[in-house]
């Protein structure tokens, strides 16, 4: 499908600059609230705000200090890059297989796929509350599953230093799986029956079907649900906050919650604002290059 | 005569708004005991005719409070009063939006009330900014004597004699400490065992001053060598408990002692055990002349509309006058940071508590709480705890934790 | 075109059959049907349940004694800070904050959409690009910068603030759906209206519009739940008077000292989550369908 171009000129009346001005509030909006706030924040991060903001220019100190300085920083950093793959594939994998469970004409799908959404609906400050119960070492599964009669049964990832950020990941596909499920249904709906009905004739067997026409055709929800996943695996600051505190110790830690804590509860304020910074540009590095491939590619669609 | 009353009421009420003034405050008192003295603030003040306006917002021991409290400075609106502490009142008193409250101070006599130190904590540039509401003393020992009896140990005065009893206790099935794995809970445990170990001199220095080379010392590493001996007479299910929860633990008889503040009071009361009989409240080892302690106050910000600074100022009397503070402790257990006030209102363990402020105030044992924030900057305070908390949670050796605390403090100043 | 299933007997008959392929289906679908229940029925299950009951069980154990106490001390009288009077006023801050946002968002990014798809120009793509990067925005960063924003403003600690805060951040997901199912609409349609002198409103009344059903409900459904499920802005950008529900349940369950009663906690936190529950049980059909329409295509 080509691209129409606008056929009137700019100067050819309302019909030229409508579109312009429907835009425009949102062009406002993003441009103060989005990349004003942004650049706000990087400016403050070359300062040497403490409590509340003043902007008197101190040069990259912070930066510096993040870098070097700061351990608890690297282990944020490397919990982002742990939970957010661990997240997005998981999250992809559940949603994608269990769309193509649901797919195969089950009774019920209705009941079925409200069950698996319905995490989706609930914020994390009150799933929050369960899982912690859940995962407790003393109070929740292990305790359940002694009960059972196994009684040398442990699960205590989430008091764990090295397993803890695992205990998020599993809550977070936990809330997500199932908006990722939607999406690869709808997806799955949407394909053209004839093209798998003319390689069903070939006699192409099922897995292969799926493995070369079905899931090539799902590349646009791939990217939606990266898109979406990714937001809030940045985002994941209720998540983390709810059922880890950042602990034990600092060993769940996120950017995030970093940048909270050394910026509203430290009374370091340009240094939350630094690594605001440098948790935003690496998200962009990523995210960027990655949207310009996609939407490059559909625009030609 | 009808008339005459209405009269007489419509008078009354323009009388009465005439000084009726509001107060918005911010805190993150909402659990039952504590929203109930606040609640006798709110009412003392309502009786003289004034507004309460409560802004509470829960969680994290005051980090959302304190996120909301900026951003509403920032917005350039902040409340009447809010709920902070040490030395972050410093930091609020450099950005100058706080109101001046000497007036009162000199009507009420409050330097004559409160210990110096206490003082000035409250004051910025040496005007009294904020309001002092209680005293909780931190390095306390909530024992159960039956689980000592049992094991036949004996309630340790030194952190030596902690480790013969632990042992003792271990060998008798029991759990001899009730641990609580939250940052605030073992940066708890860490001071008290500074100040019993290295002493009050060493506490200032490490705690108060943050001196890198103290920090990097010989006894820092004995320290944290004691630290993590303690950790170890923890159960493994400690990590990320509450504390109400570990003073259960003693209570039930499972754990035989926990190193909480004074509020764990509160939880045996509500379980009905006795001091001296059920429990025993002492000094954790080696503290038993000091004295750390952490004051809630209210900082008062500048507020324009005259009713409403007259409201504030009458806050702000209330709260050191003798009704509430007898009747807040009493509900909050803790004691009372007006000096001078009948020990008989208040419990044994408040008495006991009571006796040991005024004496180690006069003995220079008297220091803030790093942990409860009381101590240091924020970001110090952060710092320090980051370091304990990755020591106790991981196999870091003291030797490389106290070099790390001296680096981290570095750092962050 | 909708298509039809295919299924793991392709070409075996009509009808499913209960064969291996298919058990292993439907126990697939089960289990996972069990992870994704047990928190709510951990909640659910708790909350009515007594303390006494809460200390001496376990997770799903059965309550010796059902009370519904929990839900009405939690409804009615839990101290939410001083005040003790539940978490009904919060539950209307919240609706007071919700409606108008979701409403507004949603019709800006149709608007929005209709214009990205229908009616681009030069620039326009990368407008719409760097409106994506607005997703990814932490939210954490924006806090101060807004509350300075609102405060010059004047509506700081209002409904108002939290409504224009929430409808601004939820443009760029508002706008990605309506932009992502117009351009389904096939450009035919539009040309041939655009030469019969059809202009910019005429084409949306008479030809987008009628067809938009699905996605309004997408973009209502995933509004609402984003917006009423948030804490983040509702703790900071809110008065005493404009507090969310969510406030309201984390000063409820989040309390630094005295007893927890779990019971309660639970209670308010279905209570807190009850609405967008519903929303996805009775239109998550719909939700899907909306998807399925082309929210995410393209």
Known sequence: MSETRARKPLAGGLEGILPRLVLAPTFVAILVFVYGFIAWTAWISLTGSRLLPNYKFAGFAQYLTLFTREPRWWVAILNLFIFSSLFIAFCIALGLILAVLLDQRVRAEGFFRTIYLYPMALSFIVTGAAWKWILNPDLGLERLVRHLGFSNFTFRWLVDSKMAIYTVVLAAVWQSAGFVLALFLAGLRGIDDSIIKAAQVDGASLPRIYWRIIIPSLRPVFLSSVIILSHIAIKSFDLVIVLTRGGPGYATDMPATFMYAFAFNRGRLAFGAASAMVMFLAVMALIIPYLYSELKGTRNA | MKRLLIAVLLLGLLAFSATAGEVEVLHWWTSGGEAAAVGVLKQLLEKEGHTWVDFAVAGGGGDNAMTVLKSRAVAGNPPTAAQVKGPQIQLWGDEGVLTNLDDVAKAEKWDSLLPKVVADVMKYQSHYVAVPVNVHRINWMWVNPAVFKKAGANIPTTWAEFETAAKKIQAAGFIPVGWGGQPWQEATVFETIVAGEGGTAFYKQTMIDADPEALNSTTMVKVLETLRMVKNFADPGAPGRDWNLATAMVIKGEAAMQFMGDWAKGEFIAAGKKPNVDYVAAAAPGTAKQFLFNIDSFIMFKVKNAENVKAQKAMARLILQPEFQKVFNVNKGSIPVRMGMDPKLFDIPAQLSMKDFAASSKSGDLVPSMAHEMAVMPAIRGAIMDVVTNFINSDMSARDAAEQMANAVQAAM | ?298
Not at chain 3, 32 to 38: D, E, I, N, P
Not at chain 3, 155 to 168: D, K, M, N, Y
């Open chain 3, 1 to 298: 075109m909708p298509r039809q299933a295919i299924t793991l007997e392709a070409g075996r008959g009509p009808g499913p059959s209960l064969s291996l392929g298919r058990v292993l289906v439907y126990a697939a679908l089960i289990a996972a049907a069990v992870f994704f229940l047990v928190p709510l029925f951990v909640m659910a299950i708790t909350s009515v349940k007594s303390m006494e009951d809460i200390r001496t069980g376990h997770l799903i154990s059965w309550p010796r004694h059902f009370t519904l106490e929990a839900w009405s001390k939690a409804w009615d009288t839990a101290c939410i800070g001083v005040n003790c009077v539940g978490m009904k006023g919060y539950f209307w801050n919240s609706v007071r904050m919700v409606v108008p946002a979701v409403v507004l968002s949603t019709l800006i990014g149709a608007m929005n959409g209709y214009v990205f798809s229908k009616w681009r120009f030069p620039g326009s793509e990368t407008f719409f690009s760097l409106l994506l990067l607005g997703c990814f925005i932490p939210f954490q960063v924006i806090l101060l910068p807004m509350s300075l924003t609102l405060g010059k403003l004047g509506i700081a600690q209002s409904v108002q603030g939290l409504i224009l805060v929430h409808t601004v951040y939820g443009l760029p997901f508002t706008t990605l759906f309506f932009r992502n199912f117009y351009v389904t609409i096939p450009e035919e349609i539009i040309k041939a209206a655009k030469i019969d002198g059809a202009g910019f409103f005429r084409i949306l009344r008479k030809i987008v519009l009628p067809v938009s059903a699905p996605i309004f409900v997408v973009s209502i459904i995933w509004q609402t739940t984003q917006i009423w499920n948030d804490f983040l802005f509702g703790v900071v950008f809110s008065g005493s008077g404009s507090q969310p529900v969510t406030v309201a349940l984390n000063n409820l369950v989040n309390t630094s000292t005295g007893v927890k009663e779990y019971n309660v906690d639970m209670a308010a936190a279905i209570i807190a989550g009850l609405p967008t529950l519903l929303v996805y049980i009775i239109s998550g059909k719909y939700f899907v369908r909306g998807l399925t329409a082309g929210a995410v295509k393209g």
